[in-house]
């Protein structure tokens, strides 16, 4: 993988924003992985980036990794941060909270319900907006994600990634993700809880494109055979708390345990963007198993999100 001088003037994104995960080009993926790195290796480097800026984060959802990380990554690039939860165009109207945070602040951060709420944000404003979780993407969560399997593996042309649970947020954006970057991708679901139509229309066209394979199957058998990852997230997303119940019973047979995870190959690790629910979509003994990478992802949450913060703000 190429090294990246901490002294080259970074690459700005073309698009203002990364509201989902194509909004950054299959090259700036490739370069925000690069600054990541060089991130991680050199922190110092970076420690005056965004000085004098500030972003504000606004979470509709709770969240540990993803908040944290944000207000470390701006606080370690000179930046400031605040911080509000809540609903977001409740007490008055998105596009009027849009238009006051764009006079005093060089960012938005946003985890919302609905995906039109990023997209309003980023409507109503003239700063860039990064999606930090909505109910259609994770963006940053594939980029820390694909950023660990990189440094893990050496490389991504030709692994492949199986994700065997719900057709949701998270896989969506390692769908799009992985494909343009050279892996074959796997999703093994319940019936019923398929990806959606559009992102795997959009998966299609990159898979084509790139060479690589998008298996869509009910077996997690299928979706793990030859895998060099296996990945869950939970059964039940934020907001969905109400079909728990329902969903544990349709997803029973989808748990990531030791049988399924030795049916991968004897290198795969195993990945999780937490929280995890153990005894539910992924066993104890797994999460603890010497190839569980889930707190690696976690520390590069930290540093794929400065690297697109000095891509999109800096
Ligand atoms: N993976 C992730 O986004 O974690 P949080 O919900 O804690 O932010
Ligand atoms: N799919 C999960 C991811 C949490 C990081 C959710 O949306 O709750």
């Known amino acids: 993988m190429a090294a990246l001088a901490s002294s080259s003037p970074i690459l700005k994104c073309a698009a203002p924003d990364l509201l989902r995960d194509l909004d950054l080009t299959g090259d700036e993926l490739t370069y925000l992985l690069d600054l990541a790195d060089d991130v991680k290796r050199s922190p110092r480097d970076y420690s005056q980036a965004l000085a004098g800026k500030s972003v504000a984060l606004l979470f509709e959802k709770p969240s540990l990794r993803t908040r944290l990380t944000f207000e470390i990554a701006i606080l370690q690039l000179g930046g400031g941060s605040v911080f509000i939860e809540g609903p977001i165009g409740v007490r008055e109207p998105l596009k009027d909270v849009a238009r006051n945070l764009d006079r005093w602040v060089n960012g938005i951060v946003a985890r919302v319900f609905a995906q039109a709420t990023v997209e309003g944000l980023a409507e109503w404003s003239s700063v860039p907006v990064i999606n930090a979780l909505s109910d259609a993407y994770h963006p940053c969560q594939a980029l820390a994600d694909v950023e660990t399997v990189r440094e893990h593996f050496g490389g991504l042309q030709g692994l492949k990634l199986a994700f065997v649970g719900d057709g949701n947020n998270v896989a969506h954006s390692l769908m ?56 869950t997230d939970v059964w039940a997303s934020m907001g969905q708390e109400q079909e728990a119940v329902e969903r544990r019973e349709a997803f029973r047979a989808y748990q990531v345990n030791d049988r399924l995870f030795g049916l991968a190959r004897p290198d ?8 995890a629910k153990r005894g539910e979509e992924v066993t104890d003994s797994v999460m603890e198993a010497a190839r569980s990478v889930v707190f690696d992802q976690a520390e590069n949450r930290l540093h794929a999100q400065k690297a697109l913060l000095l891509m999109l703000l800096s």
Do not use: K
């Open 176 to 231: 799009l993700n992985c494909l343009r970057l050279g892996m074959d991708f796997a999703l093994a679901c319940p019936p019923g809880y398929d990806a959606n139509p559009d992102v795997v229309m959009q998966a299609q066209g990159l898979a084509a494109a790139s060479g690589t394979m998008l298996t869509l199957t009910h077996e997690p058998a299928e979706a793990v055979a030859g895998a060099h990852v296996i990945y």
């Open 268 to 275: 795969a690790v195993f990945m999780h963007c937490l929280p």
